[in-house]
């Protein structure tokens, strides 16, 4: 195999290179995956003949049930779709192979991977609906402006002693962080669970996932490892490959890991801060960065934040999507509760970063559960918005963002959030009405779903006697 070492990262894995390791015995299985609408990846595990003689050689790539865009994360089938339903019989779609997305898969044994797009059964017609097609299609509106985006995720994780099937079967109650003390910025702490945060950094840089750093977080057992940037197709890729590959190193210890975004009441939330910037068109020149301007902002810079903005509460059921994700915004939480901006303020929904050509804008309201393709879309959209219309961003914040609510709130429910982003003519004109839709009624069928769930412990301690 040509994994690296624990500091190195993978090469590119070419198709030549992957029939030479076929045809050693070092790769057996290729993993065909796609993100659905959840963030997961999904797909089909194939041997590795069969995908060189049939699955690349045919060229229409694989089958699978489009219903994969129209299920909750039990898997249960919803109604109210255009793209399908029990009346047109969950037809098939194709799972065509991205071959720039090859790559080895270190922590399963002789595995290589890679990630697929969505088209039509018949035809050449892209599923507009799929996760990495909304986020293409905003890379391309994008370069037909004359720009191209960077990205970089940041993502948080609680981790458990239990395994998995503990966690099941103790319905997620009474579970043993990793750590008994918080490490936010803990050597020794984070040095007694290394060895499982070592193999999901070695593992991702052997996946082709470059990691730069990891570091303990304020929760009980939080942690929190740093991606580069990239591309926002690439990045978003990495993102998903990492969330799947964390978990599956640390099933394979007997432990587990959460991206909830908020997993427990009394415990801070997990986040996924997303780092952007702007480039020209052929993603060599930054635009962010004018040195002689207040905060070093450039005019286009200053549009670009307008829009991100302006769109931040329209846009914010991308950012959290889940009635859970809603429990993390909380004032003094490190969590932001109001649309702020900021330099280097952590109180701030957006927090203004770096210098000269690693300026950035990091939009801290995505939670962990977010889906990195609709964020990155979702986020260029409304900095294509502000660039096109000239948007303006409000006063810079220079206080406690917490007590500044004149400068916009975070949508405070999922019902809100969804509301919100329904009727926002900006989703629409970025993503297409059907596409909107699409994504509105996924959002309605989990709030309908979680409405329905049986009564809790906290309503019967406070209404039995009480009410």
Known sequence: MNAPGRGGVAEPLTVTRLQELIGAGEVETVLCVLPDLHGRLMGKRITADYFLEDTLAGGEGLHASIYLFVVDMDMEPLPGFDITSWETGYQDFRMVPDLTTLRLIPWQAKTAMVICDAF???????????????????????????????????????????????????????????????????????????????????????????????????????????????DPLEMADRHAIYKNGAKEIAAQSGLSITFMAKWAIEEIGSSFHIHS???????????????????HLSQTARHYLGGILAGAREMTYLFAPNVNSYKRFQPASFAPTTIAWGHDNRTCGFRLVGERGSLRLENRIPGADANPYLTFAATIASALHGLEHGLEPPPICERNAYEAPETGLVPGTLLEAIELFAASRLACDAFGESVVKHLVNVARQELEIFNHQTITDWERRRYFERA
């Not at 910025?185 to 750093?213: D, S």
């Open 277 to 295: 910037s702007l480039w020209d068109a052929e993603g060599v020149t930054p635009l962010l960065w004018d040195a002689a301007a207040p905060h």
């Open 120 to 230: 039509a059964e018949e035809g050449d017609e892209p599923v507009e609906v799929a996760p990495r097609q909304i986020l293409r299609r905003q890379i391309e509106r994008a370069r037909a402006a004359g720009y191209s985006f960077k990205f970089g995720s940041e993502l948080e994780f609680f981790m458990f002693r239990d395994s998995y099937e503990q966690a099941w079967q103790r319905r997620y109650e009474s579970l043993e962080p990793s750590a008994n003390y918080r490490a936010d910025y803990h050597m020794l702490q984070t040095a007694k669970v290394e060895e499982i945060i070592g193999q999901i950094r070695a593992g991702m840089n052997g996946a082709r996932v470059p990691v730069f750093a990891s570091k303990g977080e304020w929760g009980l057992g939080q942690h929190e490892i740093n991606l580069r940037y990239a």
